[in-house]
């Protein structure tokens, strides 16, 4: 049966450990994050655009807890606005 990431019956899962640090900063500069609900989501405070992160986490049961992921790169971005409206036709694909 594959993983849902939802624990078992007898050990449901109870967290996440989260934690990342700026690229190049490792000593002094790691925080430490645990997220308690279902729908999983982390905002990083205020990042100067370009800087590169590191993170990566674990889950936590009453057993337990996981061997962490291995480390994932980030690079904080300024996204473009929203599109506009599409006028242009492409082979009569709107």
Known sequence: MPDTG???SAFPL????????????ESGT??????????????TPEVTLGE???GRL?????ADESV???YV?????LL????GKVDAVNDGVY
Do not use: C, H
């Open 30 to 43: 790691l925080t430490k994050v645990r997220l308690y609900n279902k729908n999983v989501t982390y905002t």
């Open 73 to 77: 790169e980030a690079r904080a971005l």
């Open 6 to 8: 939802a624990g078992s």
């Open 58 to 62: 674990k889950a936590v049961n009453d």
């Open 14 to 25: 109870l967290r996440y450990n989260f934690e990342y640090f700026q690229n190049g900063a």
């Open 52 to 54: 590169i992160f590191k």
């Open 80 to 83: 473009p606005d929203a599109p």
């Open 68 to 70: 962490w992921t291995e």
